[in-house]
């Protein structure tokens, strides 16, 4: 079985697109599991074993994001 980290940019939060987001990878065939809004931090990140960018730290710094 293979699970899939979705990380949601603040940007597209603030813009109020959270929902668009999680109906359109459920229409992928995609399965919500579990969700939480959370502040990621790049230590936090790098623990998870997520590759991290420099875009990823500074947007995901801007706001709480939505990981599903």
Do not use: Y
Request: positive net charge; charged residues 20%; proline residues 3%.
């Amino acid at each position: 079985t293979q699970r899939t980290l979705t990380i949601i940019k603040p940007d597209s939060v603030e813009k109020g697109n959270t929902g668009k987001i999680i109906a359109h990878l459920e229409a992928e065939g995609f399965k919500i599991l579990a969700g939480r809004m959370m502040h990621l931090t790049e230590a936090q990140a790098r623990e998870r074993g997520l590759n991290v960018t420099v875009g990823l730290v500074v947007d995901s710094a801007a706001g709480v994001v939505p990981a599903a």
